[in-house]
C-alpha cells in the first residue's frame, strides 16, 4: 500500500500529524508513506525515519515571487514531482483551499481514494471547499485533539480503531547529538515566545518561575526582534538565564529535546518537547486546552485554558514535580 499525507504547516500542526504514520504501520505493516509540507518543515517530518519520501512544497517562498520565471520553474517541478507516484490513498488533514489542491493533483491507483476532513474543529481555519478533491470526508467532532484529527481520518479511512497512545517516531535524546551551544548541565527551556501577545504568559511570572529553579540553568530562545528584547528583559532578571543566539528550527527542536525541563505557552517548540516527552508545562492563557494539550504521558503538565492563564506559583509547582519525579 502506497499512502500520501499532505499537511503543509505550521510547525505544531506538522508535528500533531506525525502519529498518523505510526498508527497505519502498526495496521499495515508493508505500507510506504509518503509526505507533502512546506520546505521550512522537511527537517521535522525527516526525524521520523518511517516516512518514506518527503515533498517539498515552497508556497510561502514561491508567492513572493510568482511572476519569475524561475519560481514558475520550481511550481511545475514540484507537480511533477507530485504525480511520478500512484497513491494508494491520498489524506489531507488540514482542510485548505491549497491542500486541496495538492490532493487533486496526486494520482491514485484505480480504486484509490482521496480522504480528507468532512469539517473544522472549533476556531480552525478550515475551508469547506477543499471537500471537492475527497472522494471520502470523514466527520469529527468539532472538540477533536489536534494529534487524533489525523489519526482518525486514517483510523476510518482504512478500518481500524485509534485505541493506542499517540506515538510521534521521534528519537531519544543521544549526547553524541547534544549542539555545542546547550550547556553541559542539566538545563530549563522557557518558550515564552508566540505570535499573539494574548497567548503569552506575564513577564514577571517568568522571572517568577526562573528564580525558583535556580541555580539550573535557565535558556530564552527566541525567533523575532520582539522576543529577543523580551529575553533578554527576562535574563536581566535572573543570574541562571542565558539568552540563546538566534537558532535554526532545528537547532530550537534540539534544545527542546534536550532539556531537563521545557516550559512554554501555546506554541509549536512546547509542543516539540511534549512530543519528544520531556518534562513539560503547557501554559494555556488565551488558547482552549482541549486542543493541543499533551495528554500522552504523565511528563507533561497542562495549566491555564482560555482567558484563564495559571499563576506562578501553580507552574512552580508542576515544574518541581516533574524535576522530581525523574
Known amino acids: 500500500m502506497k499512502i500520501l499525507l499532505v499537511r ?3 510547525l505544531g500542526d506538522v508535528l500533531h500529524n506525525l502519529p498518523m504514520v505510526a498508527d497505519i504501520l502498526r495496521h499495515h505493516p508493508g505500507a510506504t508513506i509518503d509526505w507533502v509540507v512546506e520546505e521550512g518543515y522537511t527537517s521535522l517530518v525527516r ?3 518511517h516516512v518514506r519520501r518527503i515533498i517539498p512544497w515552497a508556497l510561502r ?7 519569475k520565471p524561475e519560481t514558475r520553474a520550481e511550481i511545475k517541478a514540484f507537480f511533477r514531482s507530485l504525480r511520478e507516484e500512484e497513491y494508494d490513498v491520498v489524506f489531507d488533514t488540514q482542510g485548505l483551499l491549497k491542500t486541496g489542491i495538492i490532493m487533486g493533483a496526486a494520482r491514485v491507483k484505480r480504486g484509490g481514494k482521496k480522504v480528507g476532513l468532512a469539517n473544522g474543529s472549533e476556531g480552525s481555519g478550515y475551508e469547506g471547499i477543499s471537500r471537492i478533491f475527497h472522494t471520502e470526508s470523514i466527520p469529527l467532532s468539532p472538540r477533536t485533539h489536534a494529534v487524533a484529527r489525523g489519526r482518525m481520518v486514517a483510523g476510518a479511512a482504512l478500518g481500524y480503531a485509534v485505541d493506542t497512545p499517540p506515538d510521534f517516531g521521534l528519537p531519544a535524546p543521544q549526547a553524541a547529538l547534544r549542539p555545542a551551544f546547550l550547556p ?11 505570535a499573539r501577545d494574548a497567548k503569552k504568559w506575564a513577564h514577571a511570572n517568568w522571572i517568577a518561575l526562573g528564580r525558583a529553579l535556580a541555580p539550573m540553568p535557565v535558556l530564552l530562545p527566541w525567533g523575532s526582534q520582539g522576543e529577543l528584547d523580551e529575553a533578554q528583559s527576562i535574563a536581566g532578571s535572573l543570574p541562571n538565564a542565558r539568552v540563546l543566539p538566534k537558532l535554526s528550527m532545528m537547532d530550537a527542536v534540539a534544545t527542546a529535546q534536550h532539556a531537563r525541563l521545557a516550559v512554554g505557552v501555546d506554541t509549536g517548540l512546547t509542543h516539540i518537547a511534549a512530543a519528544f516527552v520531556r518534562p513539560t508545562v503547557e501554559i494555556y492563557c488565551d488558547s482552549p486546552k482541549w486542543k493541543t494539550e499533551g495528554n500522552w504521558s504523565a511528563n507533561i503538565v497542562n495549566l491555564g485554558d482560555m ?11 508542576a515544574a518541581r514535580r516533574l524535576l522530581e519525579a525523574v
Open 47 to 49: 526525524l521520523n525515519p
Open 8 to 10: 503543509v504547516s505550521s
Open 307 to 317: 482567558k484563564a492563564p495559571p499563576s506562578a506559583p501553580e507552574v512552580i509547582a
Open 61 to 67: 517562498r514561491w508567492r513572493k515571487s510568482l511572476g
Open 184 to 194: 553541559e548541565a542539566d538545563y530549563a527551556v522557557f518558550f515564552h515566545g508566540t
